[in-house]
């Protein structure tokens, strides 16, 4: 069985860091893209960043110059580091990865974790 889940999230004032971590645990044959979300209350689930195996990245315009996503291929995890953070990225950060295991090829998502930035 197959497991994503998602460490790092808390509360940070404006303009601080933070960094989430994400590791894909179980019978894993290979992960292709794995990337972060968020949803902020009263709003839709919306792309923050992702990266292939091989190492390509896609951004929201929103945190483009702000965040860095990386992953370790060895540990089966992918990070988001978070710079400059705005009250505007408080939301709840959700981890999913495209995985090959024995059984099918499919979307894992973690749980989520909290990110809170005041003002």
């Known amino acids: 069985q197959v497991q994503v889940a998602e460490s790092g999230g808390g509360l940070v004032q404006a303009g601080g860091s933070l960094r989430l971590s994400c590791a894909a645990s179980?019978?894993?044959?290979?992960?292709?893209?794995m990337g972060w979300h968020r949803q902020a209350p009263g709003k839709q689930r919306e792309l923050v960043a992702r990266i292939t195996s091989g190492g390509s990245t896609n951004y929201a315009d929103s945190v483009k110059g702000r965040f860095t996503i990386s992953r370790d291929n060895a540990k089966n995890t992918v990070y988001l580091q978070m710079n400059s953070l705005k009250p505007e990225d408080t939301a709840v950060y959700y981890c999913?990865?495209?995985?090959?295991?024995?059984?099918?090829?499919?979307?894992?998502w973690g749980q989520g974790t909290q990110v809170t930035v005041s003002s």
């Open positions: 999913n990865a495209d995985i090959s295991s024995p059984i099918r090829r499919r979307d894992y």
């Open positions: 179980g019978s894993i044959f290979s992960i292709h893209v």
